[in-house]
């Protein structure tokens, strides 16, 4: 038996790195450039993290899940209005009176976000699909990780 994580633990280890960097962030002086190094950290990570629930998640819960076809599409209007919002502040630098703005509200829907995944899609995940077939996806995911990561940018 596999000790490394489900495809639930690989998500939930993602929306752990995203928490932290929206933290730091969120302690980062207004308009320090660090505040825009981390976004760009925070818009790669966001961005290959959806991209990935898309991809492996998705099509599982819609289904596999009761009304999942309904915690899929929430999700992934979401992740559009996430994109948006990163895609808005890739305009803008850090010292910019708009910066801020752009910001709280990107936080604000990446933890609303969040939450409604671990509390709804996650559980509901967990319950229909059996152990194996989550450590399956989770193994799927891992690997399709190692060859974007081989690829380099």
Do not use: N, W
Not at 42 to 48: G, N, R, V, W, Y
Request: hydrophobic residues 40%.
């Amino acid at each position: 038996m596999s000790r490394r994580p489900d495809i639930l633990g690989e998500f939930t280890a993602d929306h752990r790195a995203v928490t932290e960097l929206l933290a730091r962030i969120d302690d980062a002086p207004e308009g320090a450039p660090a505040r825009g190094e981390l976004l760009g950290q925070l818009t790669d990570l966001l961005f290959s993290h959806c991209a990935a629930e898309e991809e492996h998640l998705f099509p599982v819960v819609q289904h596999d899940v009761p009304d999942g076809g309904s915690l899929v599409f929430t999700s992934i209007a979401d992740h559009l209005a996430i994109g948006q919002y990163l895609s808005d502040l890739q305009g803008v630098g850090p010292g910019d009176p708009g910066f801020g703005t752009l910001y709280q509200g990107l936080a604000e829907l990446v933890r609303r976000h969040l939450a409604t995944e671990e509390e709804q899609v996650f559980p509901a995940a967990r319950k229909a699909l059996p152990a194996g077939a989550r450590a399956a996806l989770g193994e799927r995911l891992r690997a399709d990780r190692e060859t974007v990561a081989e690829a380099g940018p």
